[in-house]
């Protein structure tokens, strides 16, 4: 359990990740705080650098001062210095070329100090009169011509304290950019996809039919624009939309009541024939019925088709459960199969009940049976399997009979193809176009495959475009 | 107003096409029935109103007054007379519109005549002899239907159907000697709208007709060509 609640978030993280806006601001968001960090950086450099370069001149020019001092003076020279250091920030040091004390306030030199008198750093370890420890110096020794040894220090904590407190702050407003930068874009980018969520919600259901439907709109951003335009596109599309239905309303209507006017006619000549005792005639009125027969069946096929294509039918849904739908059609055909001397089975496993129309569906799965009992020829099978996919539940209708060829499986499912091998077979034409009908409604899949022999259709009983 | 020929069946067919009105007319006429026509909603509600008719054709769309409002007119003022729609309007949910209106059935345009005065003959036997409703064994000829054990008899034998074909023949029953078509049993007893092909609705009832004939070679159930099929009452 805990384990999907942290998939779940990471799928959600991901998908965050994804969305361009997000993306964005979080690589707005690095650069931006890199920036910070560099700028403050540069300014730390140019501050401690020159503090650095003013401790250099400083002490070199005491050495220039010492050096004009004659070596015998040097000693009294150094105490009065000392004795002008109230900051104590320079601290000095003669001793002789052995190393023995002579004057200042180092009481020892310092080991390993480089003898070229460049300069060199020392933490808490240059020994001083008065037992304090001086923090971190920089110090420089030389060597002069009677051969004694002059060390020259000076307190550089405060600098290198500066140089701290530089870098603490580098990293501490870099993050703090960064985090703040992360919150951002977070928040910013969580609105945005609710945003996008909500009118992908919305674009679904006016892919499903309902042109009624209108995108969200309440600000002036790009996907507001968007939205407004998506939006007039949707209004004319629907004004289109009612007037094409409107002509084929009519048209229908038109065409409908002359059939109905002939059918009745046909009936009515048929009986008169009939009492005529006119053989002739009589079967040519039975031709001319047969026609107008099929005339009347493929004309309500198509008025079906597009009735189901605009039906506005999600008040036909309803929780369907696919079992015992599936034992009804196999009910209702297994006498057909066995008519023609095939044999119809149903296999069958439990499934979740899933959200349609029971009587389109119902509808649906007939017309893929008849159409698999009309195409198997005797001492054939057909199996109509339900199973239960990761996906959600699959209806699969298997048959051994002469099987649809590849590159016409998808053409069967257009209104009016009939498949090359079917042309002796009586028939509307347009079963499979009701199917995909009643598929489009739902939004669930189909696919023809070969079943080695055969034709083996699935149907994939959830939304292709999952929400 | 009181019946002018009590024996006669009478019709009102409100119906605004000529050629579909004189079609329905001259269907009924031979079948025994006086049809009166009339051509829009506003005359036909009140000839409905009159309550001189035994059963009424009405077409959903009418010019004026259209025939859901014929219909829910009538029932609101407590009129009962059997009603048949009949609409080019295909749709379930204008089926149930229909319906709910208070039409009994629902036929859509283009439909065979025969079609149509069978659910007519079905509707009227429904309205005339409402005790069969309530009746708890069925009898046609030597058939015998239990409805509470859910057993039939053909006169001494049982005979074991399954679920469905018993459905089929309760139906059959309760219409013995008036013709059922392919389309009314398949709505009846299996409950949907929609062309399953006549194929397949008479694979079935061969399957029925095989099991009642078994115990006697004399078919009950005869085909009506081209249109349905009728049981015999005797």
């Known amino acids: 359990m805990k384990e999907a609640t942290s998939l779940t978030q990471a ?93 200042g306030d180092v009481m020892a030199l310092p080991p390993h100090l480089p003898s070229d008198g460049s300069p060199t750093i020392i933490r808490r370890a240059l020994m001083i009169a008065g037992a304090q420890h001086p923090g971190v110096v920089l110090a420089k020794e030389e060597r002069r011509a009677d051969g004694s040894i002059l060390l020259v220090a000076r307190d550089v904590s405060q600098e290198l304290q500066i140089r701290s407190t530089i870098l603490n702050a580098l990293i501490a407003g870099g993050l703090l950019c960064l985090g703040a930068g992360l919150a951002g874009a977070l928040g910013l980018s969580m609105r945005q996809m609710r945003r996008v969520a909500q009118i992908r919600r919305v674009t679904q259901r006016i892919s499903q039919g309902y042109l009624a439907e209108r995108l969200p709109v309440g600000g002036r951003d790009e996907l507001d624009m968007l939205a407004h335009l998506v939006n007039r596109m949707l209004e004319e599309v ?42 002739r005639l009589a079967t040519l009125v039975m031709q001319a019925r047969a026609e107008t027969d099929a005339l009347h069946e493929r004309f309500r096929a198509m008025l079906r088709i597009s009735e189901i294509g605009s039906m506005n039918r999600q008040g036909g849904f309803g929780e369907v459960g696919l079992e015992g739908l599936v034992r009804e059609v196999g009910a209702l055909y297994e006498p057909l199969a066995d008519d023609g001397s095939t044999t119809l089975s149903v296999e069958v496993t439990p ?24 195409f198997t020829p005797s001492g054939g099978a057909i199996r109509i399997l339900l199973m239960s996919t990761p996906g959600g539940a699959r209806i699969e209708v298997v048959d051994d009979g002469p099987g649809i060829p590849e590159d016409e499986r998808h053409a069967v499912l257009q209104p009016f193809y009939r498949a090359k091998n079917a042309s002796r077979f009586v028939g509307s034409g347009l079963g499979l176009s009701i199917v995909s009908a009643v598929l489009r409604v739902h939004d669930f899949s189909m696919r023809i495959t070969d079943a080695e022999p055969g034709t083996r259709v699935t149907i994939d009983c959830w939304p292709k475009t999952l929400a | 107003m009181e019946k002018v020929e009590s024996d006669m069946t009478r019709v009102l067919t409100i119906e605004d096409d000529e050629i579909t009105a004189n079609g329905i007319a001259e269907e009924l006429r031979e079948r025994g029935f006086v049809v009166d026509w009339v ?46 729609m009949l609409s080019a ?55 015998e239907l239990d409805l509470i054990a859910r057993t039939v008899k053909r006169g001494n034998e049982e005979i074991v159907l399954l679920p469905t074909e018993y459905r089929v023949l309760e139906f059959m029953m309760r219409h013995a000697g008036r013709t059922i078509t392919r389309t009314m049993l398949f709505e009846e007893v299996w409950g949907y709208h929609f062309d399953p092909g006549s194929k397949l609705i008479d694979v ?31």
């Open chain 1, 11 to 103: 799928v959600a993280f991901a998908r965050r990740w994804h969305s361009t806006s997000i993306r964005l601001l979080l690589i707005h968001a690095a650069v931006f705080s890199l920036s910070v960090m560099v700028l403050l950086g540069v300014i730390g450099w140019a501050v401690t650098g020159n503090m650095e370069r003013e401790t250099d001149a400083i002490m070199n020019w005491q050495l220039v001062y010492f050096d004009s001092v004659a070596d015998s003076d040097l000693s009294a020279v150094i105490r009065r210095r000392l004795e002008r250091e109230p900051m104590h920030t320079n601290y000095y040091g003669l001793f002789t070329s052995d190393q023995h004390y002579l004057a």
């Open chain 2, 204 to 234: 079935h009832i061969g399957r029925l007709r095989k099991k009642i004939d078994s115990v006697d070679a004399t078919t009950l159930i005869q085909t009506v060509r081209g249109i349905g099929y009728v049981l015999s009452e005797n």
């Open chain 1, 351 to 374: 499934v979740e009940p899933i959200r349609g129309d029971r009587a389109l569906l119902f509808e649906m799965l007939t017309n893929i049976v008849n159409n698999a009992i009309k």
């Open chain 2, 89 to 143: 309007l295909s749709d379930v949910d204008e089926r149930i519109r229909g319906l709910r209106a208070g039409g009994d059935d629902y036929l859509t345009k283009p439909f065979n005549l025969a079609e149509m005065s069978a659910r007519l003959e079905v509707l009227l036997r429904r309205q005339q002899a409402p005790a069969v409703q309530k009746a708890t064994t069925l009898r046609a000829g030597p058939l």
């Open chain 2, 39 to 84: 051509d829009n909603g506003r005359d036909g509600l009140a000839r409905a109103m009159s309550d001189e008719y035994d059963i009424i054709t009405l077409d959903r769309m009418l010019p004026g007054v259209d025939g859901l409002t014929v219909v829910s007119t009538m029932r609101s003022v407590g009129v009962y007379t059997p009603v048949l």
């Open chain 1, 238 to 279: 629907e004004r289109l939309m009612n007037e094409v239905k409107g002509a084929c309303d009519g048209i229908a209507h038109d065409l409908r009541t002359p059939l109905t006017h002939v059918c009745a006619l046909l009936e009515r000549i048929e009986e008169h024939a009939g009492r005529s005792d006119d053989e």
